[in-house]
């Protein structure tokens, strides 16, 4: 949901994996959850030997199997709290993470990496290191 073209809730299945194909999904009744607070915490610590500070994200647990728009609520309310993590090259680390590590404890996002791009980033298991 948008207030003002900024995205203010999100909505996903309760208890939904997304890693099933949709003809997997079994019939019958369906539980959404509804959340307007989809970011934890985010805390910034010094990664010694990597490269520089490091941005630990925690997404509320709806919002890790959550689509499109809960990344979207994610993102927004990361950037609002941490001006820095509204970067592409940030945005497109959570993004990765959103979609390939949803059961990881914390998302590191690190604006010392370079923007390559959410295909590069992809392709670097979100860590890129060459631009």
């Not at 820095?84 to 590191?108: F, Y």
């Amino acid at each position: 949901m948008l207030r003002d073209g900024i995205p203010v809730a999100a909505l996903t299945p309760e208890g939904h994996d997304r890693t099933k194909r949709p003809d997997d999904s079994p019939s019958g009744t369906v539980a959404l959850v509804l959340g307007d607070d989809a970011l934890d915490s985010a805390t910034w610590a010094e990664r010694v030997g990597e490269g520089g500070l490091s941005l630990a994200v925690v997404p509320e647990p709806w919002v890790r199997d959550g689509g499109e728009a809960t990344l979207e609520l994610l993102a927004a309310q990361l950037a609002a709290a941490e001006p820095e993590a509204g970067s592409d090259g940030m945005r497109d680390q959570l993004a990765c993470h959103h979609l390939g590590a949803p059961d990881k404890a914390s998302w590191n996002l690190e604006p010392w990496r370079p923007d390559v791009g959410m295909f590069g980033t992809i392709a670097a298991r979100c860590n890129p290191t060459e631009s």
